[in-house]
T-cell receptor, first 113, second 116 residues
Framework: NAGVTQTPKFQVLKTGQSMTLQCAQDMNHNSMYWYRQDPGMGLRLIYYSASEGTTDKGEVPNGYNVSRLNKREFSLRLESAAPSQTSVYFC????????????FGSGTRLTVV | AQKITQTQPGMFVQEKEAVTLDCTYDTSDPSYGLFWYKQPSSGEMIFLIYQGSYDQQNATEGRYSLNFQKARKSANLVISASQLGDSAMYFCAMREVNTGGFKTIFGAGTRLFVKA
């Protein structure tokens, strides 16, 4: 089982450029999430999608947009990248039968210069 | 407001010994779930163990156990018989069932070093 697949694994952007991080899960989970990880701050929720067709803001949504394309796919878009968005981004999915414990993707290391 | 606190930035343990990683939480929701995740140096996040707020017994998963003290709002992770492969970052996390929706919040993490 692939679980949660994130692409790309690494990306360098110039300030002002845009990009989309892709995430897909094959576990038939209803809920999907985007987090960012910064040193000393744990993981902070950017956006989440409780189920197909719904999205909601998390703790740090500014500068990001998301799309729940279908049940499998949940993408994160940076419209105009800023150095403050340099971080490691994780996509995750969960389901009630697992007490909403997360299955994570392998992460995307994004550097904005 | 929900909050997770991990007060140990770094911990050292001798191989084959047990170690406890501390986690305290704050919530007003009577129904919540507590999680521990492991992040090795390779960067992936791995689910370790789950404890529900109404569970009567402490959760165990192999060498991992969760010392759940509800009145003290603590959910410490105990790793028995430490192995070199246990060297990693460990995150405590919480989901409030009634008020938090589908969101889970994470602590800042504890880095564990296992010495040979």
């Amino acid at each position: 089982n692939a679980g949660v697949t994130q692409t790309p694994k690494f990306q360098v952007l110039k300030t002002g450029q845009s990009m989309t991080l892709q995430c897909a899960q094959d576990m038939n989970h209803n809920s999907m999430y985007w987090y960012r990880q910064d040193p000393g701050m744990g993981l902070r929720l950017i956006y989440y999608s409780a189920s197909e067709g719904t999205t909601d803001k998390g703790e740090v949504p500014n500068g990001y947009n998301v799309s729940r394309l279908n049940k499998r796919e949940f993408s994160l878009r940076l419209e105009s990248a800023a150095p403050s968005q340099t971080s490691v981004y994780f996509c995750a999915s969960s389901e009630a039968r697992n007490n909403y414990g997360y299955t994570f993707g392998s992460g995307t290391r994004l550097t904005v210069v | 407001a929900q909050k997770i606190t991990q007060t140990q930035p770094g911990m050292f343990v001798q191989e084959k010994e047990a170690v406890t990683l501390d986690c305290t939480y704050d919530t007003s929701d009577p129904s919540y779930g507590l999680f521990w995740y492991k992040q090795p140096s390779s960067g992936e996040m791995i689910f370790l163990i789950y404890q529900g707020s109404y569970d009567q017994q402490n959760a165990t998963e192999g060498r991992y156990s969760l010392n759940f003290q509800k009145a003290r709002k603590s959910a410490n992770l105990v790793i028995s018989a430490s192995q070199l492969g246990d060297s990693a970052m460990y995150f405590c996390a919480m989901r409030e069932v009634n008020t938090g929706g589908f969101k889970t919040i994470f602590g800042a993490g504890t880095r564990l070093f296992v010495k040979a």
